[in-house]
């Protein structure tokens, strides 16, 4: 079977991203095309790819960023997930945000730290209780036999931490990604797109503008 798509072509129109208008600190300029993303309407504009790999596999999912500053992009995940395993033995990762409805995207590629457990359990303990009892059912990225199995666990999980606070899982928390290189790309017509890269040389953010 072949499906064709070579018919279907956008011409990226919008706006252009000029050296001038960028902020000298890549931090300063992801919040603002953040908000600007949050302001048109982008779908969960902190939807992003995460890729990592490890020395047999390549492997790429879509987490939600949580919070952002001059140190890194933090995301919440399960330890023991693929994902995880891949980061114990390579703590190197891409980071994609696809803001297509703004003809943009935004490459992230640095490396991880974790998270303290305290950090961790500040954003675990401000999530809805139903998500809590969530990350504790789930062995993430583990084989299932059934939906019925999860619901399960959901609800005994449910049933222990039924009086008080539920406890931070310590097979659950946070990953800052710190960046070396943040790209910036802006469609363009006839393909001609802007692309600026911050990349970090003796601690300080230099510019360079790419080839699309
Ligand atoms: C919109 C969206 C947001 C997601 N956010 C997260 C997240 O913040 N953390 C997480 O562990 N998984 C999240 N997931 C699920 C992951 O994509 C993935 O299925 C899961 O983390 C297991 O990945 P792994 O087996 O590669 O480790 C999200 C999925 C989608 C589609």
Same mark, same amino acid.
């Given at each position: 079977?072949? *499906? ?11 706006? #252009? ?9 890549? /931090? ?12 048109? #309407?982008?779908?969960?504009? +902190? ?5 990592? +790999? ?6 790429? %999912?879509?987490? $939600? &960023? ?5 140190? #890194?992009?933090? /995301? ?16 190197? *990762? ?7 409805? &703004? ?6 590629? #640095? ?9 961790? &359990? ?10 809590? $009892? ?12 059934? %939906?019925?199995? $999860?619901?399960?666990?959901?609800? +005994? ?10 406890? &931070? ?25 802007? %692309? /600026? ?11 360079? %503008? $790419?080839?699309?």
């Amino acid at each position: 079977m072949k *499906v064709d798509l070579t018919s279907i072509r956008h011409g990226f129109t919008q706006s #252009g991203l000029n050296r001038a208008d960028l902020s000298s600190n890549p /931090f300063e300029q992801f919040k603002l095309w953040f908000e600007q993303a949050q302001e048109a #309407g982008v779908i969960e504009p +902190s939807a992003m790819s995460l890729a990592t +790999s490890d020395d047999s596999e390549i492997s790429i %999912r879509t987490v $939600l &960023l949580k919070y952002f500053d001059s140190h #890194g992009f933090v /995301f919440f995940t399960n330890y023991n997930s693929q994902k995880s395993k891949q980061l114990q033995t390579n703590p190197n *990762v891409a980071l994609l945000f696809p803001w297509l409805v &703004l003809e943009r995207q935004v490459k992230i590629s #640095g490396h991880v730290e974790k998270l303290s457990t305290l950090e961790s &359990l500040k954003y675990f303990s401000s999530r809805p209780k139903a998500s809590q $009892l969530g990350a504790w059912a789930s062995q993430q990225s583990s084989n299932l036999s059934s %939906r019925q199995m $999860l619901l399960s666990q959901f609800e +005994s999980m449910k049933a222990k931490f039924s009086k008080g606070e539920i406890p &931070l899982p310590d097979f659950w928390g946070g990953y800052c990604v710190i960046p070396l290189k943040i790209e910036f790309w802006q469609g363009r017509e006839n393909r001609l797109h802007d %692309r /600026f890269i911050y990349h970090l040389s003796e601690d300080k953010w230099k510019i360079e %503008r $790419l080839a699309p």
